[in-house]
């Protein structure tokens, strides 16, 4: 070890190496940033301006929207930044401050998902005792939690990665610092890292989903048993957003997290990344303003009252 050197930076290789490519690219995920920023932002303003939207489901939205903005922000400001930059390098430490904040984001996302998802199934199955059993109490202790859970997780994963020693290769295959990607170039052994981020994939990725599906399993139950199609249709369509948007997490950051490295490709990880980190952020506000009646005429009310006052 006295004999290696260490190393100080990492390159990023991104997506493309086409100077025209990396051009297009960069106007593609500027335009999704802003989309992302913008869509986001109103969703929270629209639910803090709006009294009718003052209950449980729509106080979690607002805190997903906002931790939205917050996990693109963590990844594609950098990414642009590289697109454009002769030289695409990463401080080591800096590349570790992105690993914390990925999984803090990552973390703390799907555990507001889950609360999301006990909060319909509190609504649809035992709507009597809903008031009740989802008071601003509880909804401040499930968010704060969430962050709990998120801040955990992050520290977990990288404390162990502090760890490690960088001392050959330094090009990272990938547009950000991801574990798996970091674990590659490592020049010491790098099982606890992976037992660890396994563990954790585990108990707070798969007990998180587990929940949620347990909550649907009831919610869904609940709703066949409704006489009315007019009930049903009604029950369902508050809950058929968020399912779209576990779905399109889940599965992607779940697969990518939990695979074999054996089963490593490039190509297919940047998918996943992009689609879990970058589009998926972006997608939320427009699945919950287009699926969510309550929500569209929100947003319409909130542009008809800016228009009036100009």
């Not at 396994?198 to 139950?221: P, Q, R």
Request: charged share 10%; with cysteine.
């Amino acid at each position: 070890m006295k004999n290696q050197t260490t190393v100080t930076e990492f390159i990023l290789l991104g997506l493309s190496s086409d100077p025209q490519m990396q051009i297009f690219l960069f106007l593609l995920f500027l335009v999704i940033y802003l989309i992302t920023l913008g869509g986001n932002i109103v969703i929270m303003v629209v639910i803090r301006a709006d009294s009718h939207l003052h209950t449980p489901m729509y106080f979690f939205l607002s805190h997903l929207s906002f931790v939205d903005i917050c996990y693109s922000s963590v990844i594609v400001p950098n990414m642009l930044v590289h697109f454009l930059a002769e030289h695409k390098t990463i401080t080591v430490n800096s590349c570790i401050a992105q690993v914390f904040f990925i999984f803090l984001m990552a973390a703390t996302e799907i555990s507001i998902l889950s609360a999301m998802a006990y909060d319909r199934y509190a609504a649809i199955c035992d709507p009597l005792h809903y008031m009740n059993t989802m008071n601003k109490g509880i909804c401040v202790h499930l968010v704060s939690g969430a962050w709990a859970i998120g801040f955990i997780d992050a520290l977990l994963n990288t404390v162990f990665v502090l760890k490690l020693h960088f001392c050959g290769p330094n090009q990272i295959s990938h547009f950000s610092c991801e574990l798996p990607s970091l674990l590659q170039l490592s020049c010491t052994e790098t099982f606890t890292n992976q037992v660890v981020l396994l563990t954790s994939a585990v108990v707070f990725g798969l007990s998180s989903f587990l929940f949620t599906l347990i909550s649907y399993i009831h919610i869904i139950s609940t709703i066949l048993s409704i006489r009315s199609t007019e009930g049903r249709h009604k029950a369902f369509s508050t809950c058929s957003s968020h399912l779209i948007v576990v779905g399109l997490l889940y599965l992607t950051a779940f697969f990518q997290y939990t695979k074999p490295s054996s089963v490593s490709s490039v190509v297919l990880d940047e998918m996943f990344s992009i689609q879990y980190s970058i589009l998926t952020p972006m997608l939320n506000p427009i699945i919950y303003c287009l699926k969510n009646k309550e929500v569209k005429t929100a947003v319409e009310k909130t542009l008809e009252k800016i228009k009036f006052l100009k």
